[in-house]
């Protein structure tokens, strides 16, 4: 078999879109799909189902769906290249994630640290949709056959999960489900706040000023970067447990200049905290610009996202629906006529 006719390997990842995605969401797992669109076969969707673990207006949840996706786009994602659908528009992940259900225990899915943090932070809604996500995201994961998850360092236990019901599930039936791998960067597989630079840098955070959305206007930009969190070293060092907040900022310029982070040290070296917190900014207004101009410009030409978001269903449909009938058959639904 000559290179060319070997089967791609098969790639899957989302973000759901519970607020806008954040510079987080680009080092972590963005910037790994649109180089990995290159030479694999993926499959990227907008989670939307994941989203109403937590309350939102419909108005705002609509919005937010099309403009995650805009901003795959924008990023350079390539319809040509790589399927980009809505999760909801594909029936077969909650058809899926139903019979995953009957294939998790218990004690695996309370185990799992973001349902322990989450529920914490906002114990007046533990939902069942919040424990069950998990599974959900494991049948996203299992219904493309994927063998690779490019994801930050939070959905690495998540992905790890996937696996395990994958495993289980093919020693109780037989060998149905290819076991997938996290794929986590070296660099930014977790970026932190601005004003927090010990916890991760999250979409759906109330403190705006710790976290910097990729559609952010350039003078924002730039205050948050400003108000940064740092230390009273007066050291451009990057060092995670004493100055986080140093270290963090050296990972964003690494991530949005393609410097890396020794040679950021080196380039930084005696300048003080205000020009560093500045030249970071500028390093993310300068990469943002053109993203932001594309983002703009599909969010008006909805007849597109129409055509995107429909091609791309039906794409990913009809891949998913091959190994949910596969499913349904080894578990022993009848088939129907
Ligand atoms: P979500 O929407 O929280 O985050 C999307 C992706 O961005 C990464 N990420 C970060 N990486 C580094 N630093 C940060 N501060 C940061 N914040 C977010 C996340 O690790 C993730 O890769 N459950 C998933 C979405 C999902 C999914 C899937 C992912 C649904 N189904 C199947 C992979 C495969 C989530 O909530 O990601």
Known sequence: MTVENEKKKVIFSAVKPTGAPTLGSYAGALKNWLAMQEDYDCFYCVADMHSITVTLSAADFRKNTLDMLAMYLALGLNPEKCTLFIQSHVSAHAELAWVLNCNTLFGEARRMTQFKEKSKKNPENVNVGLFDYPVLMAA??????????????????????????????????????????????????KICGLQNPKSKMSKSDDNHND?????????????????????????????????????????????FSGTSVPAAEKE??????????????????????????????????????????????????????????????????????
């Open 140 to 189: 996203d994961i299992l219904l493309y056959q994927a063998e690779l998850v490019p994801v930050g360092q939070d959905q690495k236990q998540h992905v790890e999960l996937a696996r395990n019901i994958a495993q289980r599930f093919n020693g109780r039936y037989s060998p149905t489900f290819v076991l997938p791998e996290p794929i986590i960067p070296k660099n930014g597989a």
């Open 211 to 255: 976290c910097v959305y990729l559609a952010d206007e350039p003078d924002v930009i730039m205050r948050k970067f400003k108000a940064a969190v740092t230390d009273s070293d007066a050291c451009i060092k990057f060092e995670r447990e004493s100055k986080p907040g140093i270290s963090n900022l050296l990972t964003v310029y690494s991530t």
């Open 268 to 337: 930084f070296a005696g300048l003080g905290y205000a020009d560093f917190k500045k030249r970071v900014g500028e390093s993310v207004i300068e990469f943002l610009k053109p993203v932001q101009a594309e983002y703009k410009r599909i969010l008006a030409d909805k007849t597109y996202l129409n055509e995107v978001m429909k091609t791309g269903a039906e794409k990913a449909a009809r891949t998913a629906a091959r190994t949910l009938s596969k499913v349904y058959r080894k578990v022993g639904f009848v088939q129907p006529f």
